[in-house]
């Protein structure tokens, strides 16, 4: 990224070809909608492009590239319950279900937890994929949502208690 602030070209498609995958598959489990994640990721990385002089140098970089398409993401997850609001209105407003792809090899248990996850309110959801499988840690969390350090826990666990809940398995 620095390298990119240098006025390096090349640096930004190095910075694509290396996280374009995780922050998709984080978007993907964000939105639970792959297509919309592929939207996202595109406007994820169209605004690192523009906010490039207001990356910090000497910060990670994944995690300031998951806040952007955090904010991306919950952006568009609040302009659809709009929309879903608005057309609920109608008699056929419905949008149809599109879920996430986990690596499972099972169908059914994939199933399962695309249908637990999707039953978290988004602020859980958000802050359990970041913590459980991005590896970010709870001051990483905070810091990228603009929380406290104890509330990203909080809705952590409440989180973990929930899926627990769900899927009658230990989650944490």
Known sequence: MERFQDGDSRALDALFDRHASGVHAFLARMVQDPTLA????????????????????????????????????????????????????DEDGALPDAGVEPALSDPGQRRRIEQAFAQLPAQQRECVVLHKLEGLSFEQIAQMLD??????????????????????????
């Open 147 to 172: 929380i406290s350090e104890t509330a990203a826990r909080i809705r952590a666990h409440r989180g973990y208690e929930r899926l627990r809940e769900l899927l009658g398995e230990d989650v944490s």
């Open 38 to 89: 592929d939207d996202l990721l595109q406007t994820t990385f169209l605004s690192v492009v523009r906010s490039a002089d207001r990356y910090q140098r000497g910060l990670k970089v994944v995690p300031w590239l998951l806040t952007i398409a955090g904010n991306a993401a919950r952006d568009t997850l609040r302009r659809k319950r709009l929309q879903v609001e608005v057309m609920s209105d």
